[in-house]
């Protein structure tokens, strides 16, 4: 027997108009809003957590604003807010780094005679390409014969000039590196990739799909949790503050300022 039987379809329980009552109500509603999470959130196979945020999941007080990250239908995790698009393929909580790949110049069409040097216009900041990269070069409209080029570039048959089009993968990432003259009077782009162990110039196509290494800086959030507090940013200046149940502090919470004070200060002079 039901506790409310229905003798018509416009009839509802009065348990059926209370919770409507209570799921419509003003204070329900701004209790959801105001319960802000920034426990990680899942796309794809990656956990995104601070100082990365989740667009849609996350608030944006949640991380800063670089580290936005944008998940599609398809559970690929992207920088946000980035001049190209950068698809983050892993995250290295650990050691603060986490590894992209280019979509516009890895998606298979080899586009690299856009007027760019790859390893100056990345549009990455305030991320910093890890040294542990190589360099991959590529150098196309050479006007010399590939008999005269050296054995180490690797002809490239993707791009519009693909007669006398090469790949070359260099040794370890520098960042104010000075391109020395190379034969063959070709117009050369640069990019960094990861590579592998056994990798060469023709294979460039694997390179660019693996992608490559970033490092970032960020305020330790541990030093926060660890007095009780949350760590959040400042969305109007975009800066990291710890939210304590006794005020809003830079670093941690304020009634263990004093205890951590000699500990936060011991942790500048090790890495000094």
């Known amino acids: 027997m039901h506790a409310c039987p229905v003798p018509a379809a416009a009839v509802l329980c009065p ?14 509603a701004v209790a959801l809003n105001t319960a802000p999470s920034c426990a990680p959130a899942s796309c794809g196979g990656l956990a995104i957590a601070y100082p990365f945020w989740l667009a ?19 559970g690929n995790a992207s920088l946000k807010n980035s001049l190209w698009t950068y698809r983050i393929l892993d ?23 856009m007027v760019v ?24 409209n050479c006007t010399w014969q590939a008999s005269k080029l050296p054995l180490s570039w690797a002809p490239v048959s993707c791009t519009n000039y693909s007669s006398n089009s090469f790949a070359w993968l260099a040794g370890m990432y520098r960042s104010d590196d000075i391109l020395m003259p190379l034969p063959g009077n070709c117009t050369v782009s640069v990019m960094p990739v990861l590579g592998y162990e056994g990798a ?19 305020d330790d959030c541990a030093d926060c949790t660890e007095t009780g507090g949350r760590c959040r940013i400042d969305v109007n200046d975009d800066a ?26 011991a942790k500048i002079q090790l890495t000094v």
Request: charged share 20%; hydrophobic share 40%.
């Open 15 to 28: 348990a059926m108009l209370l919770l409507l009552a209570l799921l419509a109500s003003p204070t329900t």
């Open 240 to 265: 990291f503050e710890c939210q304590c149940s006794d005020g809003v502090f830079p670093v941690i919470c304020g009634s263990k300022r004093t205890g951590r004070k000699i500990i936060l200060i």
């Open 200 to 218: 060469r110039g023709a294979d460039y196509q694997r390179l660019m799909k693996g992608g490559f290494l970033l490092e970032y800086k960020a």
């Open 56 to 74: 849609g999941t996350h608030r944006a007080e949640c991380g800063y604003r670089a580290f936005q990250v944008s998940c599609d239908n398809m």
């Open 117 to 140: 040097n790859a390893s100056s216009d990345l549009g990455l900041a305030p991320f910093k390409i890890n040294p542990q990269n190589q360099e991959l070069f590529f150098l196309y």
């Open 91 to 113: 995250i290295f909580y650990g050691n603060s780094s986490f590894r992209v790949t280019n979509v516009e110049l890895s998606d298979g069409t080899c586009n690299v005679e």
